[in-house]
């Protein structure tokens, strides 16, 4: 079994920042490209940031420049650094990844079961 568990929501005054974190444990043996969506009340769930095992990144338009995604491959962890937040960067936040899992060949969706975050004053 693989689990995907979030942490680091909360709430915040708009201008603020967050660290999400998103730790993968379970038989793991290749941990592909990591992602973070949202959903915020009323809103389909978007693609936030994306980062390749190799460090490639790409961020959707709307977190460009205030949001850095990185990845620690030894500890199978994604973060996502959340600066300047506005009241719209308001949703859960849900962590995906690619796994291959030990013993198989080829990969799997899996998500995590969020973490809100609330920018509000």
């Known amino acids: 079994q693989v689990q995907l568990v979030e942490s680091g929501g909360g709430l915040v005054q708009p201008g603020g920042s967050l660290r999400l974190s998103c730790a993968a444990s379970?038989?793991?043996?290749?941990?592909?490209?990591m992602n973070w969506y949202r959903q915020g009340s009323g809103k389909q769930r978007e693609l936030v940031a994306s980062?390749?095992?190799?460090?490639?990144?790409n961020y959707g338009a709307s977190v460009k420049g205030r949001f850095t995604i990185s990845r620690d491959n030894a500890k199978n962890t994604v973060f996502l650094q959340m600066s300047t937040l506005k009241p719209e960067d308001t949703a859960v936040y849900y962590c995906?990844?690619?796994?291959?899992?030990?013993?198989?060949?080829?990969?799997?969706?899996?998500w995590g079961k969020g973490t809100l975050v609330t920018v509000s004053s």
């Open positions: 379970g038989s793991i043996h290749v941990i592909n490209a």
């Open positions: 980062i390749t095992s190799s460090g490639s990144t």
């Open positions: 995906n990844a690619g796994i291959v899992r030990l013993g198989f060949f080829t990969a799997m969706d899996y």
